[in-house]
Structures are given as structure tokens and as C-alpha cells.
């Protein structure tokens, strides 16, 4: 089966992120905190959430295996604290061969006790003809400790530039083209935490450092 091109210019696709967005911002507003993380695969507003004073958005360095944006970060380790963030949001990383498993368990470890994580993607099983099947970030988030909503869907099941305006709520829900996940710590979760600083530094590009970052010493 061919695969729909990814261009996050298609009007179209503006517009399922967008309701994917809406979908997340509700859940959002349960959320009482003031840092959140955002790992972003398609550039779009960052959430506003009353209470969340500071979003930090990473995304895929295109050159190399990691994260760019305030800091720069290896692929496989989140350079903050743990429990740092009342949310994490996840958006649209099918593109950005990332290892799910490894990242998963990071998100879990830097998930704030009352926080709530979600993560959405273009579901495979849709008439976009692309994306990554959410269970597999189920089970990887159950691995990692975490209490797992399965998968709803949401966004217009076809390409269309008005998003979901006009389509039943009944076809949205059995064929959306993009799905969310939310996740919370369980309650009597042992999630693995650092004991102990690594030898990995955060690279601190603009402004305050986030939440648990460290300097990089000279």
C-alpha cells in the first residue's frame, strides 16, 4: 500500500493535528502543575493549559539520533529530573524513527506522581496511510510502569482541510486518522529513577534551564 507524503504544509494535515490537539487539550485540562514536556514531530501551537506556567518543546534533530530545542539531548535520555513534569505530550513522532521502548521508560521516569502523559499519532489503519499502531506505545508504557487509557480515535478519517467539521462523531470515533493515548503513574508503580547523575550533560540553547537539566561544564 503506498504511503501518504508527510508534509506538514498539506492543509490537510494542518488540520488533523489540530483536532488531535483539541483531543489532547481537554485531557490537558485535569492536569494541576506548572512544568510540562513536549516531544513535537509536526511544529504546531504549544498547548495553553491554566496552571502550566512552562512548556519545554523537544524535537527530532534532523541531522543526528536526539532532540533539539532549548537543550539538546541524546535519543535515549531525557536530560531532566525525575518527576519533573505535571504533563508530557507526545505529537506526531511516526516520522522520526524513534525507539519507543527506551523512550517510553523515560517519559515514565520524569512523569510527575499526579501528572498525566498522552501521546498522539496518525493511526495506520486509516485512510492517511501512514503512522504507527498505538499498541505499541500501550504496551510500552504499560512495561514502564504506567497505568494506559487505550487508544480512542480522533481527526477526520480521510484527508480534508476542514478537519473533523462535518463528519458524524460515530465515524470519528471507528475511523479517526489519528489516535491518543493517555497514561498515569500507578499508584504502587516502583518506576525506575536515577540514582545518581550520569556522565551526559543537557546543552542549555536559550533561556532558564527546564526542570532537573544540568549545565554543561567546560
Known amino acids: 500500500m503506498p504511503t501518504r507524503k508527510f508534509d506538514v504544509r498539506d492543509p490537510a ?16 485540562a485535569r ?26 518543546r523537544l524535537m527530532p534533530d534532523p541531522d543526528e539520533a536526539g532532540w533539539v530545542g532549548p537543550l539538546r539531548a541524546d535519543a535515549d535520555m531525557l536530560p531532566f529530573g525525575d518527576e519533573s513534569f505535571c ?30 502523559l498522552l501521546v498522539t499519532d496518525l493511526h495506520p489503519r486509516s485512510l492517511w496511510r501512514a503512522g504507527t499502531s498505538p499498541g505499541r506505545w500501550e504496551r510500552a508504557l504499560r512495561r514502564a510502569g504506567l497505568d494506559v487509557v487505550p487508544a480512542s480515535r480522533c ?35 516502583a518506576i525506575p529513577l536515577r ?10 540553547q536559550t533561556g532558564t534551564l527546564v526542570p532537573g537539566a544540568r549545565r554543561q561544564c567546560a
Open 13 to 28: 494535515l494542518a488540520a488533523l493535528g489540530a483536532d488531535a490537539s483539541a483531543a489532547c487539550g481537554a485531557r490537558l
Open 31 to 56: 492536569v494541576a502543575g506548572t512544568h510540562a514536556l513536549l516531544l513535537d514531530g509536526m511544529s504546531m501551537p504549544i498547548p495553553v493549559v491554566a496552571g502550566v506556567a512552562r512548556w519545554t
Open 87 to 116: 504533563a508530557v505530550l507526545v505529537r506526531f513522532l511516526a516520522r522520526a524513527d524513534v525507539a519507543i521502548e527506551p523512550l517510553a521508560a523515560e517519559l515514565a521516569r520524569t512523569l510527575a506522581p499526579h501528572g498525566v
Open 155 to 189: 481527526g477526520a478519517p480521510w484527508p480534508r482541510a476542514h478537519g473533523v467539521a462535518g463528519v458524524p462523531h460515530w465515524l470519528v470515533h471507528g475511523m479517526g486518522g489519528a489516535w491518543v493515548i493517555e497514561a498515569h503513574r500507578r499508584a504502587s508503580a
Open 195 to 204: 540514582s545518581a547523575a550520569t556522565g551526559r550533560r543537557a546543552v542549555e
